[in-house]
């Protein structure tokens, strides 16, 4: 395989590694590694705070500068971990949100967030906002309301398209602040013992404002602190994991080179979810007993046994996924030779159940760009030509690997649909099935569970809706349910 083309998209990545290099510093934190005896789901204070991982790389006075840490102005007077509140923020009222503890059991607390009566009624007029479909509306309902939450996530993804990312970002934080003020006493971010079931729609907010908050921190620069924000959210129902960030937690620990973390979730959670059955597990572990063979501090006995075990572990995961190979070169921009492209074990032969394509299309989507490295595709062209000679040599996992493809990804539940909307990654949304592409999407609530929980209900009652603009020169078009919407630009809070 050859012509690699590096993307400009990975110059962050190569200056932060730089940095790193330059200050004798490793991104290798403690509480990741194997050798912690903490719940592997541990999540730390410090580390929800991006300063902490940009201090890291620049130094405290080059972030803070001569302000004080963490300085409040006093209209702010609790203390919260997840964000800071602003100067530019409004002044500070409870919305109308609380939290209570339904149960513990088990050595484990069960909490629900609730509304307020009056803050019932301010969601009915945010859903009226919404089927106006005039973002002008949710600008004055969050004039007079500043911290209701799903107006804050509904007018972020407005920004967000309208490419202001900066007001995209601060209106999630004010949503995270909300929420924070709100918790119970007797709720902890950090033990892993806090439980917040997705079936009630009251909790899903606080879901979906932690996962767009992991987002702009990983884009901002920041993969180890995304990597928090993304253990805390699966710690929060770790059984149904309702937005699959078992299918994006792979991709942060090797952005942020937390690859002992990964080999130690791994190792815990194989025997009980199968993680080995997800593609992006099977070569990401691969991956991380590749890179950390090629650290320059670990023995060169133990250096051979993790490079073996990760030749291994590739291979079986090309034999496994063998879809994965051809888009993955595509993105990569590595013309395969001759002996690769014209064996029928990855061309169109390598048939994937449409379940198994939107994985692995996710996966590929989201993580070519660490593939990218010379070293990375020289290693991956080596497995490739064995596992090639494996597959002629009719290798019995070869055949066994093609039954369980048939058999198993017969359909996609739907946390992993609802994690690919939220992608945004196209090679995958483009896979989502007829079901859920002809049904409406709202970003402030995408596809809720069938079995939802719901603790009060919307009145009826009849509505006048506006017509969408037609003039694509005046506004900007933004998919509201299963039909798209031109909204006007419009001034914002």
């Known amino acids: 395989m050859c012509?690699?083309?590096?993307?400009?998209?990975?110059?962050?990545?190569?200056?932060?590694?730089?940095?790193e290099q330059s200050n004798g510093l490793t991104l290798q934190s403690e509480g990741c590694g194997a050798s912690d005896n903490r719940p592997v789901?541990?999540?730390?204070h410090r580390n929800l705070n991006p300063e902490t991982e940009l201090k890291r790389y620049f130094g405290a006075r080059a972030v803070l500068g001569d302000q004080r840490p963490r300085q409040r102005q006093r209209q702010f007077h609790r203390s919260t971990w997840m964000t800071i509140p602003k100067n530019t923020w409004p002044r500070f009222s409870r919305p109308g949100i609380s939290m209570t503890l339904l149960e513990s059991r088990d050595g484990l607390q069960y909490f629900t967030f609730e509304h307020s009566r009056d803050y019932q009624q301010i969601q009915f007029k945010f859903l009226d906002s919404v089927e106006s479909m005039d973002p002008n509306n949710i600008v004055a309902l969050l004039q007079m309301n500043p911290y209701h939450i799903d107006s804050l996530l509904q007018l972020s993804d407005v920004c967000r398209i309208q490419e202001d990312h900066e007001m995209a970002r601060d209106l999630i934080e004010r949503a995270l602040y909300s929420f924070e003020c709100a918790f119970h006493p007797?709720?902890?971010?950090?033990?892993?013992?806090?439980?917040?079931?997705?079936?009630?729609?009251?909790?899903?907010?606080?879901?979906?404002?932690?996962?767009?908050?992991m987002m702009f921190l990983e884009r901002r620069g920041c993969p180890r602190t995304a990597l928090e924000y993304c253990r805390l959210i699966l710690s929060l129902d770790p059984d149904s994991d309702?937005?699959?960030?078992l299918l994006l937690i792979d991709f942060l620990s090797l952005r942020s080179r937390e690859y002992n973390f990964l080999l130690r979730l791994y190792q815990d959670w194989e025997v009980h979810r199968n993680l080995s059955q997800l593609p992006n597990f099977a070569f990401s572990v691969a991956l991380s007993h590749f890179h950390l063979s090629?650290?320059?501090?670990?023995?060169?006995?133990?250096?051979?046994?993790?490079?073996?075990?990760?030749?291994?572990?590739?291979?079986?995961?090309?034999?496994?996924?063998?879809?994965?190979?051809?888009?993955?070169?595509?993105?990569?921009?590595?013309?395969?030779?001759?002996?690769v492209s014209s064996h029928d074990f990855f061309g169109p032969r390598s048939q994937q159940t449409p379940a198994l394509?939107?994985?692995?299309?996710?996966?590929?989507?989201?993580?070519?760009?660490?593939?990218?490295?010379?070293?990375?595709?020289?290693?991956?062209?080596?497995?490739?030509?064995?596992?090639?000679?494996?597959?002629?040599?009719?290798?019995?996992?070869?055949?066994?690997?093609?039954?369980?493809?048939k058999q198993r990804y017969?359909?996609?539940?739907?946390?992993?649909?609802?994690?690919?909307?939220?992608?945004?990654?196209?090679?995958?949304t483009s896979t989502l099935p007829l079901e859920v592409t002809t049904q409406s999407v709202m970003g402030f609530d995408p596809l809720p569970p069938?079995?939802?929980?719901?603790?009060?209900?919307?009145?009826?009652?009849?509505?006048?809706?506006?017509?969408?603009?037609?003039?694509?020169?005046?506004?900007?078009?933004?998919?509201?349910?299963?039909?798209s919407y031109l909204l006007e630009k419009c001034p914002l809070v």
């Open 41 to 44: 789901l541990y999540v730390e």
């Open 186 to 213: 007797v709720c902890s971010l950090t033990s892993g013992t806090s439980r917040l079931d997705y079936l009630r729609p009251e909790n899903r907010a606080f879901y979906l404002a932690g996962y767009k908050h």
């Open 450 to 483: 069938l079995d939802s929980v719901v603790s009060y209900t919307r009145p009826e009652r009849s509505y006048c809706f506006k017509t969408a603009i037609k003039n694509p020169d005046y506004g900007l078009q933004l998919h509201m349910g299963s039909r």
């Open 242 to 245: 309702p937005l699959c960030m």
């Open 357 to 405: 394509a939107e994985l692995v299309s996710l996966y590929v989507g989201r993580t070519h760009t660490l593939w990218r490295e010379g070293g990375v595709l020289l290693w991956l062209e080596e497995c490739v030509r064995e596992v090639l000679r494996r597959v002629d040599s009719k290798d019995p996992l070869v055949e066994d690997c093609q039954n369980k493809r």
């Open 410 to 428: 017969q359909s996609a539940p739907l946390n992993i649909h609802r994690h690919v909307i939220l992608s945004e990654i196209k090679e995958a």
């Open 3 to 19: 012509g690699c083309q590096e993307g400009a998209g990975d110059d962050i990545d190569a200056l932060l590694e730089t940095i």
């Open 294 to 339: 090629q650290e320059d501090q670990t023995e060169s006995e133990e250096r051979e046994r993790l490079k073996h075990k990760a030749d291994l572990l590739l291979q079986d995961a090309l034999i496994m996924f063998p879809g994965v190979l051809m888009p993955l070169l595509d993105l990569c921009t590595v013309q395969p030779d001759a002996a």
